[in-house]
């Protein structure tokens, strides 16, 4: 296959012509009269730029060659490169492999029969967003980079607005919109003062910089705002949850498992710039990190909105990545080569990972909400009898978010553990190691959260009273999921391939830890997919045991046990909330869980409701007050057009003098 | 040539003006100004002499000022004929009229360099639109005529006084006396700085009531508010623009009397002014075309910062002009057609444009999105490089009020712009006959085509126009 | 000659001081035609004969005589209004402020370098003050007609000035600029008489229902 | 290799032992004569040719539960050292995988839990989840601690590094180490105070409950499990608090069992000593042993 490609012609090319189809492919379905039709082509356009453009992707990551194009454009600001180096030829893998996955999920899922309204500009953005982020990790200049993120920022605010006739659609798109525009704000310094350190709007080439110049400190921090907002580092999270509950799933599952890299690929993009990071830069990113993974998934513990749940588990994911690079950094600033390598590894394999994991569940979600028309797990219950199938492709989902092992989330996590025990014996940053504890808490808390999804939605009976009977999905909605679950086992039980995956990436990224040996590390990971066999070997054995016991004896099929309670209901289950509870009282003080419990009065209380709602804490305590102070500010200031005329002349007569004053 | 661009509007006023018939003359408008454009682009592409004592010269700022006013006026002439259709019930004559007498003006403003020369033209401009404002004859419409009558004449006059000084300082300066910014120019040196700063404030103050600067800028959300849609978009693409011109006028003059320091600050702050102003009368308007007023005041105060940092910035602000004029055109005519369409201006009233009428509401859309400086459209072309080098230069206090009341801006316009657009039109919204044509939309779209095609690819001739505005108006120590 | 002409400019600003002071329209409205045509004659007595100075003259007596004045008697009588009731500010406040505002106007006027010829005359603060009071109109008083006089008067000031450089502005400009003074007044009129159709009065201070609430 | 397969044996054959110790002792406080030490074998036994009981909620996650708890707990069973031999298994990082096995084991234990759709299961699981998410900082404390004791990265050499030389050099962070590890080490296998494994009510219960519809062989397997991990985490424990070693490997074996059915012993008294805690203390608890095994690590590692 490769030396095919090899034999046509660059792989480079070919990612990049690859991104424009997939760019293209919603354009017929805009002119197309039958409805249904430019679906479809855009769907197979899609897979078909998709597969000629991952192994190009590969190709360009083992060969870790760095090829550039110019795009001639009549822009006054200078070249524009569009440059694939292994760093970017990774950032390709998902792009690509999530935007085919999604459209062709989006047949089943959003088909133009039932859409006829809202599937046109639903396929059109959607292959805007793919290309847009494709083309964004490839380009090289400042002006064009700013670009391309408006442009996927804005198709990815027209896809989250697809069902805009709902109000919490249209509020959670003013709220996107409005945190990706100030994160832009932050991009237009990034970029201005780049130009002004380099002396042109071409991205400066790899430890290029010093990071010495007080510029420097405001470059960093202009990134870290500017990416760490798309990217829904805390604190500027706010719009992720309702932004990734209220769009379609399979523009959840491409603005979560994808978009949101493109923020990280910022953030590392810039730290490439410079050659002596100082410390504190490692630390914040460190310290963003951990706040982010531990306060998103107790967030996330607490929803009741299976998507916003996986929303705040995006926001857990991103910290653990951000966690890595902080680490990574300090390793480089403390001339520390497996830390910095461990670090990275750890990060880059995870964003690797949860770009499987992660659209998978959003995938899911988007099936059983089509099935159980709701989005709240406490009405939900039984569904795996429905769909066997999803329901084991959405359990293989919720393991490799726990980072348990035999799946893929574990590995990511096993190299960052491994990283920072292996500073417990040098005397700088020892310190670092007080880490672990809080990964294994949010550890722990994961699996309280996933286990909570998981079993609310598929597990017991229906909680809700109307009757539903969820049915298997369709080919076309499963292959992807499989897709990815087979992705997610591969990397699970062979670890060390995943991280041949990495290294180019880490390589490109710091020369200083290209020279560090990682055959201790793959020896390790053989380790560690050796013991997963065994797991596997052994719980089969363990089943198959126990079938030749079954088979000896009698098997009774019976209503589930009430503990002697005869008229047990299936309202009476334990549901999403209660399980919770618990574990959220812990939390409360974050958390703030709105719980309404009902008042029972007399021997024989009528029938009553108790409600729980998580508070979005930063958002409404904080920010939202903010700006009614500000309009109502606003509204005194607005008295000064008043509509008198005689005073609008006296503002121009001392607006006259108050300049001749000036002037003389 | 010079006088062909001016002859052919004063005769199509003249002609439309003897036309009985309301539904033939907005067709023989859009004629008009179709052969404006080509003698346009005709002088664009072939500059034509100086004339002989140097009163008419069209220099490259003159061209940006004249092709953005011209196409504009093309796509709004174009415009009226879908949308005087839906004003049958009063005669539009004076419409037609107005707006030819006000191209004539404009393409005077441009080709002169004859400051009083140019005065008149801008005058004219300001009492031509006059009666245009008053098209609805309501209350609240004559009270706007009355504001902008008043305001832009005793500002304009002020102006006049400012040119009085000038030439009052030239014959100070026993330097033979004139007008012509050539002359003044060439003698800039040798003139008192007395009455040269008095000069510039005069004119920043006249000029800047024109373009609507802040706090002179009281004029405009009433006029553009009451004025109809493509009147609207004359007033905040072209006229502004000529305000903007007479402004880099007395820069240029400016800039050879070594006294530019003073002017850049003032424009750097009126600028930063004025994009506060509008910063914070745009959140919570409820009134979608009074927005759109705040927003031109937020345009100009760009222009006007851009001008004052100077070098890179200056191309920005010269790449503004066009690009403010066009988006405006695109917002104005579509806000247009969705008053139109919901007999309302009150965004309580006007929800879900974009299922009631597609087409208007999805340009209404795309034109928020362009005018606040989001690729792949011009302005942020424009924005951008002034932003950058406004920090490149080291203006870092100025760039982040910039940034910041751009930003105060985008959420105010969004919080006001996207519930129109988005989500079902409310039940009690009175239904009207307006439907979306050709005619009314495909003016706006060809616009919005320009400002895309703008933001990602500027041809090469439009390039060295920019380019040599730029030169003419670069700081020479 | 030229002194004949400071005493004219004394009467200018004396007609300034009666503009500013009386409250009946019709009285105001001659006052301000009296100071035009005063303006009119000005520059035949400091410039030396020529067909330029003669087009200009005539022109402003026509039109600062007699149409801009017949324009707003009409306007006036069609309002059926008498005189400025209750102005913003008061006559008396009205008229210490117009007295500072031609001290000021001096004060400014000597900081400024002259020609040596009209060192010792008193164009430039006559014009000045002519456009302070203008703007002390524009700013206290109610009725649209006061308003437009304001308006003429603070022309008038820069017309005073324009005198200084009859050369330095080619007689189109001139042509032009009274056109559009007249023009813009004859709009005005026009306006006048719409407002005072629409609101059967030409106060302006009923002109508020366009603001920001 | 004789050590590994004595290993193996052990795990597999002693587990229900220390269950039957840990029976002996409470019947000896109360004053009982008590069932004989090998009954957990006979029950497990008796269980495996019993027949099955399924509930028509369940799907087949149901049945995964206790193959998924049994094989994690036997692979974490390969991976800790008895007594002073190392584990068959041995590599760089294998405590995070240690730790993270039971992760695994705890899914599949609630998710079966709430599978039959039961509200007392439901319960148990909700109450599994937030004592076990409470209980992992703990541990890693002590991995934390003990790493840095021994300098290596693996199991096998930082557990079996542990001497009286250590206790000497840094005896009070071992105190505490050992203290947050012993109440790990009751709440992770649901002993008294967190959880009564014989009482009648399942309102109180945590894990028992958990199991309630699981019968026949299942229950049998959920049984063995148990007492693996009691094993597995005793060793982990025994390590710590107990650290004989002589040259003699075979004597070393003895030592080792000798050591866990003291183990077995202590567990008994507590439970014979003390009552069931209030749920509402309990995270609290859990938090003070977080505290006491952080405390430990800072000691060693500022």
Known sequence: MFSVLQGVCDPALVALVAALVIGCSGIPGLFLRMPGLGQLCATVTTILAALAGLPAALMLLFSSATSTYILSWGLPFGLCELTID???????????????????????????????????????????????????????????????????????????????????????????????????????????????????????????????????????????????????????????????ANAPSHVSAMMSGVMLKMGLYGIFRTLTFFHDPPLIWGAVLTVAGISSALLGIAFAVAQRDMKRLLACSSIENIGIITTGLGVAMLGISSQNAPLAYLGMAGALLHILNHSFFKPLLFLGSGVIIHATGTRNMNLMGGVAKGMPKVAFLFLIGSIAICGIPPLNGFVSEFLLYFGLFSQLQTSSLVYLVLLAPLLALVGGLAVVAFTKLYSSVFLGTSRSHGAVHPHEAGLTMLLPMALFALLCLLVGVMPQWALRLVAPAIASFMPLVSDIDQTN???????????????????????????????????????????????????????????????????????????????????????????????????????????????????????????????????????????????? | MFAALIILPLVGAAVTWLIPFDRLRP??????????????????????????????????????????????????????????????????????????????????????HHLGLMWVAL??????????????RNARSIEATWKYLLICSVGVALALIGLYFLAYATIVAQVEPSLLLDDLIRDAGKLSSGWVHAAFVFLLVGFGTKMGLAPLHTWKPDAYGESPGLVGAMLAGGLVNLAFLSLLRVYQLCLATKEIAFFQNALVTMGLISMLFAAIFMARQADFKRMLAYSSVEHVGIMAVALGLGGKAV????????????????????????????????????????????????????????????????????????????????????????????????????????????????????TTSYKDTFWTVAPPFCLLLLVFLLGIWIPAPLMTILRDGAALLEVHP | MITLADQLLVLVLLINFVALGT??????????????????????????????LV?????????????????????????????????????????????????????????????????????????????????????????????????????????????LLAEAMPIMVEAGALLDLLVGTFVMGIVINHISREFSSLDTSRLTSLKEE | MTNSIIHIFLALVMPPLLLGVI??????????????????????????????????????????????????????????????????????????????????????????????????????????????????????????????????????????????????????????????????????????????????????????????????????????????????????????????????????WVLFIISMLELAVVVGIVESVMARLRLIRIPQLLVAATILAAFSTLLVIR
């Open chain 2, 27 to 112: 067709k023989v408008l859009s004629l008009f100004a179709l052969a404006h454009l080509g003698i346009t682009i005709q002088m664009l592409s072939f500059t034509p002499p100086e004339s002989p004592g140097g009163w008419f010269h069209l220099d490259a700022l003159g061209k940006i000022v004249l092709l953005s006013t011209s196409v504009l006026f093309l796509f709004c002439a174009v415009y009226s004929i879908g949308y005087l259709y839906y004003r049958r019930e009063r005669s539009n004559r004076v419409m037609c009229v107005g707006l030819l007498v006000c191209l004539a003006a404009a393409s005077m403003v441009t080709i002169t």
């Open chain 2, 315 to 430: 191309f920005g602000a010269l790449f503004h002009v066009l690009a403010n004029g066009l988006t405006k055109g695109v917002l104005f005519l579509s806000s247009g057609n969705i008053h139109r369409s919901y007999n309302s201006k009150n965004t309580d009233h006007v929800r879900g444009a974009l299922r009631r009428l597609p087409w208007s509401g999805g340009l209404f859309l795309a034109g928020f999105f362009a005018i606040t400086g989001s690729p792949p459209f011009a302005p942020f072309i424009s924005e951008f490089t002034i932003v950058s080098s406004a920090f490149i230069q080291g203006r870092v206090v100025v760039g982040a009020l910039f940034l910041i009341s751009l930003g105060i801006i985008f959420i105010g316009m969004a919080l006001t712009v996207l519930p129109m657009v988005m989500g079902e039109a409310p039940t009690d919204s009175e």
């Open chain 2, 123 to 136: 005058e004219t401009t300001t009492i031509s639109m006059t009666p245009l404002i008053y098209f609805n």
């Open chain 3, 55 to 163: 087009g200009i003259i005539s022109m402003i007596l026509v039109t600062k005589g007699l149409v801009i004045p017949m324009l707003l008697n009409r306007a006036v009588r069609t309002a059926e209004i008498k005189r400025e009731v209750e102005p913003y500010l008061g006559y008396v406040p009205t008229l210490l402020l117009g007295a500072v505002f031609t001290a000021l106007s001096f004060g400014f006027a000597g900081k400024l370098p002259m020609l040596p010829e009209h060192q010792n005359y008193m164009f430039v603060p006559a014009s000045m003050a002519t456009l302070m009071t203008g703007f002390l109109i524009l700013t206290t008083r109610r009725k649209a007609i006061s308003q437009v006089l304001g308006y003429l008067v603070l022309e008038n000031g820069i017309f005073i000035f324009g005198l």
């Open chain 1, 86 to 244: 292994p760093l970017s030829a990774f950032f390709l893998i998902p792009v690509f492999l999530v935007a085919a996955a999604g459209s062709l999920f989006a047949l089943g899922y959003w088909p133009a029969a039932e859409h006829p309204s809202t599937e046109r500009g639903l396929t059109f953005f959607y292959g805007i967003l793919a290309s847009s982020m494709a083309i964004l990790v490839t380009a090289r200049n400042g002006v064009f980079f700013l670009m391309v993120w408006e442009i996927m920022a804005l198709s990815a605010y027209f896809l989250l607005a697809t069902e805009h006739e709902h109000e919490d659609v249209r509020r959670a798109g003013i709220v996107y919109l409005i945190a990706t525009h100030t994160g832009s704000a932050a991009l237009y310094v990034l970029f201005s003062l780049l130009a002004s350190q380099s002396g042109s709007y071409l991205l400066p080439a790899a430890g290029s910089l010093s990071a010495l110049p007080p510029a420097a400190m405001v470059i960093a921090t202009a990134a870290f705002f500017g990416f760490g907002a798309k990217a829904g580092i805390m604190p500027f999270h706010i719009w992720l949850p309702s932004a990734h």
């Open chain 4, 23 to 252: 029976g002996k002792t409470k019947a000896a406080f109360a004053g009982r004569v008590g069932a004989p030490f090998l009954q957990p074998y006979y029950d497990i036994f008796r269980l495996l040719h019993k027949g099955t009981v399924f509930s028509t909620t369940t799907t087949w996650i149901f049945r995964a539960g206790p193959l998924v708890a049994l094989a994690t707990a036997a692979v974490a069973a390969l991976l800790i050292p008895f007594g002073a031999h190392p584990a068959p298994i041995s590599f760089q990082g294998d405590m995070i995988l240690y730790a993270y096995l039971f992760a695994l084991g705890r899914f599949f234990t609630m998710a079966a839990a709430l599978d039959t759709g039961s509200s007392f299961e439901g319960m148990g699981s909700a109450r599994e989840a937030t004592y076990s998410c409470l209980a992992e900082p703990t541990l890693f404390f002590a991995l934390i601690t003990l790493s840095r004791l021994s300098g290596s990265y693996s199991l096998s050499p930082m557990l079996v590094n542990i001497s009286f030389g250590v206790w000497l050099d840094s005896g009070a962070a071992l105190l505490m180490l050992v203290g947050g590890m012993f109440i790990v080490l009751l709440a992770e296998n649901c002993r008294i105070p967190f959880d009564d494994p014989n009482t009648h009510l399942e309102l109180t219960m945590v894990h028992e409950v958990m199991v309630l519809d699981h019968s026949g062989p299942a229950l049998a397997i959920i049984h063995y499990a148990a007492a693996l991990k009691l094993f597995v985490l005793g060793a982990f424990f025994v390590h710590l608090a107990l650290p004989y070693a002589t040259g003699n490997p075979y004597l070393d």
């Open chain 1, 521 to 664: 590390y793959v020896l390790i990971l053989n380790r560690i997919s050796m013991m997963t066999l065994i797991l596997c070997a052994v719980a089969i054995a363990a089943a198959l045991f126990w079938r030749w016991r079954l088979g000896y004896a009698r098997v009774t099929k019976t209503s589930t046990w009430g503990c002697g309670y005869q008229r047990s209901s299936s309202r009476m289950q334990y549901g999403a909330s209660s399980f919770s509870e618990m574990a959220v009282s812990v939390f409360n003080g974050i958390i703030r869980q709105k719980i309404t419990r009902p008042a029972l009065k007399g021997l024989f209380p009528e029938a009553t409701t108790c409600d729980d709602k998580p508070s979005e804490t930063l958002l409404e305590r904080f920010v939202l007050p903010l700006c009614t102070v500000a309009g109502v500010s606003f509204t005194f200031l607005r008295r000064l057009q008043h509509g008198q005329m005689h005073v609008y002349m006296i503002y121009i007569f001392a607006t006259l003098f108050v300049l001749m004053l000036w002037a003389h």
């Open chain 3, 23 to 52: 409250s009946r329209l019709i009285f105001s409205i001659r006052a301000v035609a009296i100071q035009g045509v005063i303006l009119g004659i000005l520059p035949g007595l400091i410039h030396p004969f020529s067909w330029h």
